[in-house]
């Protein structure tokens, strides 16, 4: 596994898995954005999609999908280097009130009209506005546990995170100090 530099001041990573040919965060845009791909995840995954959103037409689901895509590549791409990425990232347990090491977040499309948005990016957290990303999904249901597609991509973040802990990066400067090592 390495990463990839997202944004130049260093506050925005995304993982290049092994034998992956793009990072996770460009993956994901490249996956969100094929119609091919996202007709024949709605066709599998329609139950969910009628039953916790109340959408039975698979091209509005595609559209938005597609809408939401572009604006979380917007959010995520054209954010200024003083930007807060905290205000992007929020705790993934919806529940969780206090820092935690290493910690598991998410990102999401805020105040979208007709539903709420189903498309996630995961992320670790090294500190205060810097971040890991580790992948994404499509999110139908109310937990992750119940897809396999959303539970890779919790393993996904503990494997990052193990991986970091390992590596002695639990902050930005061991990051970067790792990061250097590397090179």
Not at 81 to 92: E, Y
């Amino acid at each position: 596994m390495t990463f990839d530099k997202i944004l130049e001041n260093n506050t925005l990573w995304a993982v290049r898995y092994d034998g992956d040919k793009d990072n996770a965060l460009f993956a994901l845009f490249e996956q969100w954005n094929d119609p091919e791909w996202l007709v024949n995840f709605f066709l599998e995954n329609i139950s969910d999609l009628t039953s916790y959103f109340k959408i039975t037409d698979i091209n509005q689901a595609i559209y938005d999908t597609i809408e939401d895509s572009h604006k979380l590549q917007c959010l995520i791409l054209d954010i200024s280097p003083d930007a807060n990425l905290d205000l992007l990232f929020r705790p993934l347990e919806n529940n969780r009130t206090s820092e935690i090491l290493l910690g598991k977040e998410k990102a999401r499309i805020k105040n979208r009209p007709q539903h709420a948005s189903w498309l996630r990016i995961y992320a670790i957290k090294l500190e205060p506005g810097c971040y890991i990303i580790t992948g994404g999904a499509v999110k139908l249901t109310r937990t992750m546990q119940e897809r396999t597609h959303t539970l890779a991509e919790l393993n996904k973040m503990e494997t990052v995170r193990n991986f970091l802990i390992d590596g002695g990066a639990i902050d930005a400067d061991g990051f970067i100090d790792y990061m250097s090592e590397i090179q």
